[in-house]
């Protein structure tokens, strides 16, 4: 008698973990096929394409412009970073690296995310824009990383491709706790106080990383805790990030750059014949930034127009019209970090 093996819970866990991760990529399709149906079912085009709509093409040239300089600035800073923590690469290949960061994350299909990519692109990089050691860097570019075992230069890169994302986020963050300042009463009567309490949760977040740097024993400590993850590098960029005074420039720039992108949907609304109020792009679009953390579409597609739509009608704005300024910035965005082809292509 033969008997067959016995299936565990743990080996039908496994199997459902795989192939939800092979077909997540689908879904994720799916769902942003879904959301945009969603957010544009309720669209006469017929009506709307009669109406005479006025498109201004020359706010669409603005908008590509804002964004690439969004682009170019966040480029610029992690450049600055990486360069900071001892890494060779000149400030315009970093920028390049960014460009064709954004674009894999633009939905490119990858083994990598674009984060990634451009963490292990730019631990290779040397001076004059060389790649070294390029078998290495085509082994870590087709697998996954385990961090686990990866090279203290490859662990200090993907630490400041990190603090670039915090920096990132408290930006988009304080902007959306300004937004919510001006106009949160037209959402909620505690709207205003949410506001308050976003701006003031982050001020204390830079207080106490401040406070950390510059206080002898919890900066040993710190110190300590990035040589036992093999990142004693890491310091002079978590320094130029959240270090008295520098926290405040970079929070600035940080503000400085999710306002470009605000523009950005401003300048395409505006092709439209459309008109929003400052302060509700400045609630919505860093509420979609939050809501893009979830890896429920591709590159925002159909959730941010099922947002913005949604949020746009507290002011009166047309959800005809929001809808196509945002399907218009999602084009713009593509468009933008497009240069970075060039950089994917060489890689080839």
């Known amino acids: 008698m033969t008997s067959s093996p016995i299936p565990t819970p743990h080996g039908n866990t496994s199997r459902w973990k795989s192939a939800l991760k092979r077909s997540w990529p689908s879904i994720r399709i799916l769902l942003s096929i879904a959301l945009l149906w969603k957010a544009s079912s309720g669209i006469d085009w017929h009506a709307l394409l009669s109406s005479g709509l006025d498109i201004k093409p020359l706010w669409f040239v603005a908008a590509f412009l804002t964004m690439t300089l969004a682009f170019i600035c966040g480029g610029l800073r992690w450049g600055l970073f990486m360069r900071s923590v001892g890494f060779q690469g000149s400030l315009g290949n970093y920028i390049a690296l960014y460009f064709a960061g954004g674009l894999i994350n633009q939905g490119l299909p990858s083994t990598i995310g674009g984060d990634s990519y451009r963490a292990i692109t730019g631990s290779h990089l040397e001076g004059g824009g060389k790649l070294v050691q390029k078998k290495e860097l085509d082994e870590q570019l087709h697998h996954a990383v385990d ?41 909620a009567s505690w709207g205003v106080y949410l506001g308050y309490a976003v701006i003031g ?98 590159s925002g597609w159909g959730l941010r127009e099922a947002t913005l739509s949604s949020v746009l009608t507290l002011w009166g704005v047309s959800p005809s019209l929001t809808v196509l300024a945002s399907i218009s910035y999602g084009a713009i965005t593509v468009l933008s970090v497009l240069p970075g082809a060039i950089l994917l292509l060489k890689r080839k």
């Open 147 to 187: 961090m686990e075992h990866a090279t203290p230069t490859l662990r200090l890169s993907f630490s400041m491709v990190l603090v670039d994302r915090l920096l990132g986020l408290a930006g988009n963050n304080l902007l959306g706790g300004i937004g919510l300042v001006l106009g949160g009463a037209v959402l």
């Open 201 to 298: 949760v982050m001020l204390l977040c830079g207080l106490v990383a401040a406070v950390v740097l510059a206080y002898t024993p919890s900066r040993t400590l710190l110190e300590k805790l990035l040589r036992r993850f093999n990142l004693d590098r890491a310091l002079p960029g978590i320094e130029l990030a959240f270090a008295w005074p520098k926290n405040a420039i970079q929070g600035i720039f940080a503000i400085g750059i999710h306002g470009l992108t605000i523009l950005t949907l401003g300048f395409c609304l505006k092709a439209y014949g459309a008109q929003a109020p400052i302060e509700a792009l400045m609630i919505g679009l860093p509420a979609l930034s939050l809501l893009l953390m979830l890896p429920i579409s591709i």
